[in-house]
């Protein structure tokens, strides 16, 4: 079973809009930070161009495991329905496993980030070395 969340919501600083896919069983998060508050129609053009690209986003990312309950076998009751829903919303928008998810991806981003900037000093640092070192022989030799 799979089903697709998107929940737009003010964290304090900025709207940010989430959008989080449940597929068997996994959780896996994407979210895109808007700035200021989205109407709809900036909604729905987001939707059509945005949409595919924050879904690969969200497909790529690391998978959370979430537990999901079983439907009832028999019909529930509307009041039950309703205080449940209630419960609901009274949640905040975005659910622990989501922040969880999004806090691995900042995390697992970040590492990413410090590796590769790492490479490219240890690079230069070499590459100057070189530089140095075929400097220092050219003046040895009295060339310089």
Request: net charge positive; charged share 30%; aromatic share 6%.
């Given at each position: ?13 900025f709207w940010v809009?989430?959008?989080e ?5 996994e959780?896996?998060?994407a979210?895109?930070?808007f700035?200021s ?7 729905y053009?987001f ?13 790529r ?7 999901q ?20 919303r009274?949640?905040p928008a ?11 991806t900042?995390?697992?981003?970040a ?13 230069a640092?070499?590459?100057?070395r070189q530089?140095?070192?075929?400097k220092?022989?050219a003046?040895?030799?009295g060339r310089?």
């Amino acid at each position: 079973m799979s089903s697709t969340t998107f929940t737009v919501f003010y964290d304090g600083q900025f709207w940010v809009g989430l959008l989080e896919v449940i597929d068997n069983g996994e959780l896996r998060v994407a979210r895109h930070v808007f700035g200021s508050e989205p109407s709809g129609p900036e909604l729905y053009e987001f939707s059509l161009r945005d949409y595919g690209a924050l879904s690969a986003l969200a497909h790529r990312s690391p998978a959370v495991p979430v537990d999901q309950r079983q439907a009832a076998a028999r019909p529930v009751n509307p009041k039950r329905l309703a205080r449940q829903v209630a419960r609901e919303r009274a949640q905040p928008a975005v659910s622990t496993a989501a922040q969880e998810a999004v806090k691995q991806t900042i995390s697992e981003n970040a590492s990413a980030r410090k590796s590769r900037r790492k490479h490219l000093r240890d690079t230069a640092e070499h590459t100057r070395r070189q530089i140095a070192r075929t400097k220092a022989k050219a003046r040895h030799r009295g060339r310089a």
